[in-house]
C-alpha cells in the first residue's frame, strides 16, 4: 500500500528534489555509539554550507543495531541537540536500511503512475500490498526509460521513528534510509569536486560501527549495494586493529567479486577508485590495504569536510569530526532539496 496521505506528507522517502530547495535544513543520524545532526544552508550545490553540527554520544545499549533499547533515554539524547537546529524546521532522519527494502525497475517511457504502482505492488516489493507497510518511490525520467527506486519500510517501524522525534520536540520532514543518505553525502562530492568520475564506476563504502555498505555507482545511479555487519571489532583509537583492515578490505573485495559476477560484458578493471568513509575509515593502513587486497586504487573521502563551513564553527576541529558526519551531511542534503 502506497503512503497514505498523512504518510505521504511527514514521510516522503524519496520524493524528487526542487529546484530551488530550502535555505536551512538538519540532518539526523542515530547510530548505536551517537547521535549526529548537521545543519546547513544554501541551495545551490557550490554555496552548501555546515552551519553547526553536534555529536552526541549514547550510553550503552541505548541503541543496538537497528533496534531502540531504551526509548525514553534516547528522547532524551534527541533534546540535547535542539538548540543546536535554531529556528530549523526541515529535519531529515532516516531508518536503518536494514528495516527497509529497496528495489529498482526500469519502465519504458510512457509507462503511467497507476502502471508503476501496481508493478512495485505485485512484483518488485510485494510486501507493499500488505496493509502494514508503507512504500515510496522515486522515478528518474530518461528519453529511453524511466528508472524507478522503490522502498519499503513497516509502518510501525515508520511510526516509532516519527514518534521518537516529536517526543523530542523535532517533527520530522523526511525520512530516507541511513543508505540513501551515504549516497546522497558521495554524489554531492562527485558533483562538485570530481565531476569527470561521474561517467565512471566508482565504489563508495561506509563502514560505521553496526554495518559496512558497499556502493557501486556510475551516472549518479545505483548500480550495486551490499550491506553487511562490521566484521570485526571496531578499532579504538588506543587500538590499531590489523585485523579489521584485513576483514574490512576482504568484505569490499567480495563484493566486488559478486558484483563482476552479474556482468557479462565489462572486466573487474573497469572500476578505478574505491572511497573510504566512516569512523573506522580512519584506521591507519585501512585504505592501503585495500587497494592491496581489491587491487584497486583507495582513500577515505568525508563529503561534508568539502563543504563551507560557517564563521562559527572551528573548522580543524569539524576536520576531525567529518568521518562520523557522513549520514547525518547526506540527510541534511535531502532535506536542503526536498519538495
Not at 51 to 67: F, M, Q, R, S
Not at 98 to 122: F, Q
Request: aromatic share 8%.
Amino acid at each position: 500500500m502506497r503512503l497514505s496521505a498523512p504518510f505521504k506528507k511527514l514521510f516522503p522517502f524519496l520524493r524528487r528534489p526542487s529546484d530551488t530547495g530550502f535555505n536551512t535544513a538538519a540532518g539526523i543520524d542515530i547510530e548505536q555509539n551517537a547521535v549526529k545532526a548537521v545543519l546547513l544552508s544554501g541551495s545551490r550545490l557550490e554555496h552548501i554550507c555546515v552551519e553547526h553540527y553536534l555529536i552526541v554520544p549514547l550510553a550503552e545499549d541505548t541503541v543496538k543495531g537497528d533496534k531502540i533499547q531504551d526509548y525514553e533515554r534516547l528522547v532524551t539524547y534527541l533534546q540535547q541537540i535542539r538548540p543546536t537546529l535554531g529556528a530549523c524546521r526541515r529535519i531529515a532522519a532516516a531508518l536503518p536500511d536494514s528495516l527497509t527494502a529497496t528495489e529498482e525497475l526500469h519502465c519504458p517511457p510512457d509507462t503511467s503512475v497507476a502502471e508503476i504502482e501496481t508493478l512495485i505492488e505485485s512484483g518488485l516489493l510485494p510486501s507493499a500490498a500488505a496493509e502494514s507497510v508503507r512504500y515510496d518511490y522515486h522515478i528518474s525520467a530518461a528519453p529511453e526509460a524511466q528508472h524507478i527506486v522503490a522502498v519499503s519500510a513497516k509502518q510501525d517501524d515508520i511510526e516509532l521513528r516519527a514518534e521518537l522525534f516529536e517526543q523530542a520536540g523535532l517533527a520530522l520532514s523526511v525520512l530516507d534510509t541511513d543508505l540513501l543518505a551515504q549516497h546522497h553525502a558521495f554524489l554531492f562530492w562527485l558533483n562538485l569536486c570530481a565531476p569527470e568520475l561521474l561517467a565512471e564506476k566508482t565504489v563508495f563504502v561506509g563502514i560505521y560501527s553496526v554495518q559496512t555498505y558497499v556502493l557501486i555507482v556510475q551516472h549518479g545511479r545505483i548500480l550495486y549495494r551490499q550491506e553487511t555487519q562490521s566484521g570485526a571489532a571496531m578499532p579504538s583509537e588506543n587500538d590499531i586493529s590489523e585485523t579489521f583492515n584485513i576483514q574490512t578490505a576482504y568484505t569490499i573485495q567480495r563484493a566486488l567479486q559478486f558484483y563482476a559476477s552479474t556482468q557479462d560484458t565489462e572486466p573487474p578493471s573497469a572500476i578505478h577508485h574505491i572511497f573510504l568513509t566512516g569512523a573506522a575509515a580512519q584506521n591507519p593502513d585501512l585504505a592501503a590495504t585495500v587497494s592491496r587486497i581489491c587491487g584497486i586504487s583507495a582513500q577515505t573521502l568525508h563529503p561534508v569536510a568539502h563543504a563551507k563551513f560557517g564563521s562559527t564553527l572551528n573548522s580543524a576541529q569539524l576536520q576531525h569530526d567529518a568521518p562520523e558526519l557522513t549520514i547525518a551531511f547526506g540527510l541534511a542534503l535531502r532535506g536542503l532539496h526536498h519538495d
